[in-house]
């Protein structure tokens, strides 16, 4: 998989839809083609997305949504379809000891009701990062699930 050009770290692929749907107008005016962005998910890196044939980058500041995996402050947004924040995770799980945002996003996804790759920067499912937020507001060091932890995405 093709790296960063800022960062040196490896990027995921990423539709033409999401671009589309998130970068504005004036950087997507830039490219030829949106096909064959990948996602720079590095917190420290100014770029969002990057072609690896072309050299195009996007900024962050060029995306219009804030980027989960790029800010830290407790209102960032980790699930972009139903608007679910890190801090709404912390709080269910110092009331309740666990949270439920999890199981929420996956029966919604069930009935159809998500968007991923139209409102999530990193063009699919938020699930991973949701269960990551429980398990640190938890506590819990224990890997992520092997199975993506039931990914929405179709």
Do not use: W
């Amino acid at each position: 998989m093709p790296l960063c050009p800022c960062c040196g770290r490896q990027g995921r692929p990423v539709s033409a839809k999401t671009l589309e749907s998130l970068v504005c107008v004036e950087a997507r005016l830039r490219f030829k083609s949106l096909d064959g962005f990948l996602f720079c998910a590095t917190p420290t890196c100014a770029v969002a997305y990057f072609h690896p044939a072309t050299g195009d980058r996007v900024a962050c500041a060029e995306v219009r949504v804030p980027i989960f995996q790029k800010r830290s402050e407790p209102e960032r947004l980790v699930c972009y379809c139903f608007q679910h924040t890190v801090a709404a995770i912390q709080r269910d799980v110092r009331e309740a000891g666990t949270s439920r945002i999890a199981a929420d996003i996956k029966a919604r996804c069930a009935q159809g009701l998500d968007d991923c790759e139209h409102t999530n920067p990193q063009g699919c499912c938020c699930l991973g990062n949701v269960q990551r937020v429980i398990r640190e507001a938890t506590g819990d060091s224990q890997a992520p699930p092997s199975d993506g932890g039931g990914c929405c995405c179709h």
